[in-house]
């Protein structure tokens, strides 16, 4: 469990410090309770620079307000939500990444049980995207970019904590990269339906609703409500579920971190079970991502010792999302990337 309150920023780094070096994957962020007044920002110190750092808190009422318009959205019937994005006309099984999706989960045919609404994270595109999404976009957009804007600085205050953590001198150095004006970061609302709602088309016991994968970005800002189905998997290749915690972050490490970082974070498989309970289950997601021509490699000075060699060949992200874009969503996406050994 990382406690983020504000007042506690200390334990968090030693905390870090503690779970990096046992290869830790996934963490948890606590949530703070909506503000009783208007409160002051909070602004810690910045451990790498001792300037007043972004505001890390997290508020559940701009958490309400992203569910509240995300619910409103879900419950227009489906050909209303197909239309709102033109590429959908065509088939329900088209392979359109941003806008309204159901079932297709990835470009090579994945499917299923689940909607979603995949956004680029960018303020400008949101807004864009708000005037098909919403009748009230406006309100759409300041609600989504808000919400957006805050979770951006957590995955800036927690990438900080951990490049301090491993010792790694110039501390911002993976914050820039989600920062920089041409990242390619997206945001995801997931709706996995409740199939109490429909019992004729009861789906067999291991119907998924989101297959195994990795998720290829930096690091990935999940949080979902209080209806659990999200699964990890161990080394062992057993699967954990996870228990939901509406109040809680979840920080999935991605592909690229584990590249950064020549191994030393892991990406961990997950997955959610098909929703069999009477409500749905609904997960927004933060996926920090670099500009498409950013350059990623190990950490050299850093990460790659004689110990632990170079283990990746250095590629931009545009090539990686390409070359992910072919791949089934369960494949070992990395491995093309893998320096072999002599
Ligand atoms: O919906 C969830 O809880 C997880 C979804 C997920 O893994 C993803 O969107 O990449
Ligand atoms: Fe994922």
Redesign the pocket.
Known sequence: MFNFEPQHMKSPLSHFSRNFHNGCTTTQLQVLPPPLQSPPSISPPSRATGKPSRSSSLRLDSVSRVEEEARSFFAMPTAEKLATNPQNARSINSTTRIGYGIRNIGCSGDMGEIEYLLLSARPSSVSQLALSLSKSPSNFSCVLNGYIEEIKNVACEVLDLVAEGLGISDASIFSRMILDDQNDSLF?I?RYRPFAEDIINHPPPNTIG?SEHT?PQIL?I?R?NDVGG?HISLDDGSWVPVSPDPTAYFIIIGDLFQVLTNGRFVNPK?R?ATNIGPKARM?M?YFAAPSLNALISPLLKEMATSNQPCLYRPFTWGEYRSHLYSLPLASSKLDSFKIKPN
């Open positions: 995801r997931n989101f998720d990935t999940l979902s999200f997950h959610v997960s997601a």
